[in-house]
């Protein structure tokens, strides 16, 4: 900052810490929905009934987190009349706020098909490396978005529709084999799969999303 | 005008080059004048301002076109004021004052030599900060008093009395009390007497310095709906502290700030593109309350 502006710096200071504090509710919500597909995921491997039970409650918490964080934006909007940066942050929260309750959404029905298929396991044995792998990519995507938030990377979030690629790749090969020939676990298994393959695949667009939108927030451009 | 300055100005005169009047007129593109807004507008070319040995504004370049609202926002003592004051020669009524620059109306410089100020005042208007009718005339010697002062001739004063009261707003609310005092009316319906007042002269300009400062929010929201009326067929040039008033009521915004020296303007653009978009860090800091 220039020196002749320094000595008035810490006007609106109060407002500099609600928007701080948005900031870093994001950044929570993002980890609750880390956490959330991380369970799920193992729930649906596993056939762990107890852990797609859980997610399925955290479900209800992460979408009052967001409930109570958009009517904060909201608050803040009318009262302090934000322009510039500051309104397109309070604006693209509400949006990734949104995005990041999709994503539990997400989570949620993994954990509902894990619990639907129970004391099956929803993926066969030969299948599972593969959900291994979108568990893995859903998880990394949720970090890194988590990271976006926090610092603001442009160039980080720029990485997260390239970390998408690998999750598109997982779903195209997932429907390769579902409709191949010699699939041999029939029409219900199939249609259990084909959901859990979307799921991942919109979770993930979804992270895109937030990132997209971070850019957006820093920038003032679309990417 | 006196001024001290004389050998500073004549050099500045030539030496001024308006860099920034192009990318002005780049961004003032966005909006297409009025087509009933007579003229071309006003242009400022170069407009420095001294009080005594105090340099208060530095080089000012902004292009104003007719039928558009454009409002100036910046620190106290960043030179708005001292700005606008300089577009109709006010600012050589106080003692010590100085300034140099062109003021071009329609293309031609207000400042020229055998320019007869009254007839530029008649056409580039003033309204001020606090309401200030005539307190011993009625409304209707209020709105009319310019022709009066000005030794002007109408047809139908009654015309244009009720003509003036309409587009000022005002017309509805004291049609049936014209012959009361000015003083009678509320703040908000004072400044649009003086708005009416300032309309019965015909300018082709209003200058307007921060004149809801001293009003109501309902006051305020009647005199910005106003402006936008005004604006179809007037040029018109806003100071104001209100962040949301020029976000509300111009088509562009011009940001001054003076850095302990003399007052600058930092950035001009479409006014949507300075409350979304600025591209001067120091005009983002200020519109979002950062400083100031």
Redesign the interface.
């Known amino acids: 900052?220039?020196e002749?502006?320094r000595p008035?710096?810490l006007?609106?200071s109060v407002?500099q810490d609600e928007l701080d504090g948005v900031s870093q509710s994001l950044v929570d919500l993002t980890e609750m929905v880390s956490l959330s597909i991380a369970k799920a995921t193992a729930a649906v491997l596993t056939a762990d009934l107890a852990l797609a039970e859980e997610v399925i409650a955290t479900d209800d918490q992460i979408d009052n987190y967001q409930h109570d964080l958009d009517a904060r934006i909201i608050d803040i909007i009318a009262r302090q009349?934000?322009?510039?940066?500051?309104?397109?942050a309070l604006v693209t929260a509400l949006r990734m706020s949104a995005d990041l309750e999709r994503m539990g959404d997400m989570s949620h029905h993994v954990a509902k098909i894990a619990r639907l298929r129970h004391p099956d396991a929803a993926v066969p044995s030969e299948l599972l490396p593969m959900f291994q792998a979108m568990g893995n990519a859903a998880e990394k995507i949720t970090n890194k978005i988590g990271l976006v938030i926090a610092t603001r990377n442009t160039e980080m979030a720029l990485e997260v529709e390239r970390d998408d690629d690998e999750m598109d790749k997982l779903h195209r090969q997932l429907i390769s084999t579902l409709v191949d020939p010699n699939w041999k676990h029939g029409v219900e298994p199939a249609i259990d799969l084909t959901l859990l393959g979307r799921y991942y695949e919109r979770y993930a667009d979804h992270a895109v999303s937030v990132s997209l939108r971070v850019y957006f927030l820093v920038t003032?451009k679309y990417a | 005008m006196t001024t001290s300055h004389e050998s500073e100005k004549a050099t500045m005169d030539t030496a001024v080059k308006p860099s920034s009047l192009a990318q002005v007129a780049n961004s003032q593109a966005a909006k297409t004048p009025s087509a009933s807004a007579e003229g071309t507008g006003l242009e400022t070319r170069g407009i420095h301002a001294w009080f005594g040995k105090h340099h208060a504004l530095a080089d000012i370049n902004l292009n104003f076109a007719a039928g558009t609202v454009t409002a100036l926002i910046g620190p106290s003592g960043c030179g708005k004021s001292t700005f606008i004051r300089t577009m109709n020669r006010m600012h050589e009524f106080i003692p010590g004052a100085a300034m140099a620059g062109e003021v071009l109306l329609d293309g031609k410089d207000v400042y020229a030599a055998g320019t007869d100020v009254t007839k530029i005042r008649l056409k580039i208007g003033m309204v001020f900060q606090k309401p200030n009718p005539f307190p011993s005339m009625t409304i209707g010697e209020n709105v009319l008093s310019g022709l009066k002062l000005a030794q002007l001739k109408v047809d139908n004063k009654d015309d244009l009395l009720q003509e003036c009261l309409e587009r000022a707003g005002l017309w509805s609310e004291v049609k049936d009390r014209l012959g009361a005092h000015g003083g009678s009316l509320s703040g908000g319906q004072q400044q649009r007497l003086c708005i009416a007042r300032s309309l019965a002269v015909r300018p082709k300009v209003l200058l307007m310095d921060e004149p809801c400062s001293a009003l109501d929010p309902g006051s305020t929201l009647r005199i910005e709906d106003t402006i936008r009326h005004l604006s179809e067929t007037m040029t018109i040039v806003i100071v104001t502290h209100n962040?949301?008033q020029a976000?509300r009521v111009s088509d562009y915004t011009a940001f001054f700030l003076s850095?302990?020296g003399p007052g600058q303007m930092i950035e001009v653009a479409p006014t949507s593109e300075i409350?979304?978009?600025?591209k001067d860090e120091?005009t983002?800091?200020y519109?979002?309350?950062?400083?100031?």
Do not use: C, H, K, W
């Not at chain 1, 009349?81 to 397109?88: G, I, M, N």
């Open positions: 900052m220039l002749y502006l008035m710096a006007i609106r407002f009349q934000p322009v510039a940066s500051d309104l397109r003032g | 962040m949301q976000a850095d302990g409350f979304s978009r600025p120091r983002e800091n519109v979002t309350g950062r400083f100031g």
